[in-house]
């Protein structure tokens, strides 16, 4: 498994990644057989020291936690202790998604735009309120995923959505929390 532990304007010493490796192979061994890659931030936010962990399953699944504390050592602990019970309560769903998946998940191509906003018009013009600028345009990955899948991926990653492609039919999904904490699941109607 390869680990990148790195810090935003903070030294990171070898003591604290000896730690946290042996901390995260700990939970990683326990509950993901398969782990590819973990990614480990270590940052400052005001008086706080923020810990990001990001583990990369074989799979294509990804797990993600994020610590506060006042020390280095606490706000990893923190992160960890997030990670462990993520990992704890989607241990059965892990192993299960393990045996029915073959092949690491796939990732098809995929544009990704971001919108300048309008300023408001000074008088009726329709025309102007149509027209949006394109301030970016970026390549994005969508994961070919079950609805179910879809849905772990999403709470693992603490996401409020997630586009995917359906495994069962191709077509392009949405899954995402609503306002009453329930999954919401968007399947357009797919004309073959």
């Avoid at 050592?73 to 992160?79: G, I, P, V």
Wanted: proline share 3%; with cysteine.
């Amino acid at each position: 498994m390869r680990y990148q532990i790195t810090g935003k304007q903070i030294d990171i010493g070898e003591a604290l990644q000896t730690h946290v490796k042996a901390e995260l192979g700990e939970i990683i061994e326990k509950y993901a057989q398969r782990p590819t890659d973990a990614s480990i931030v270590f940052s400052k936010a005001g008086y706080e020291l923020v810990c990001e962990a990001t583990i990369h399953l074989s799979t294509g699944l990804t797990a993600q936690a994020k610590g506060h504390a006042t020390e280095i050592y606490a706000a990893f602990e923190s992160c960890r202790e997030k990670m462990d019970k993520q990992m704890r309560r989607y241990k059965r769903r892990l192993r299960n998604h393990h045996a029915t998946r073959t092949a690491p998940v796939e990732y098809g191509p995929g544009a990704s735009y971001i919108l300048a906003p309008i300023e408001e018009p000074e008088e009726a013009d329709t025309a102007a309120l149509a027209e949006h600028v394109i301030i970016a345009e970026m390549e994005t990955k969508i994961a070919s995923l079950t609805v179910g899948e879809a849905v772990m991926q999403m709470e693992l990653g603490g996401l409020k959505f997630l586009i995917f492609r359906n495994v069962g039919h191709g077509g392009v999904n949405v899954v995402y929390v609503r306002d009453d904490k329930n999954i919401g699941w968007i399947d357009p109607a797919n004309d073959k």
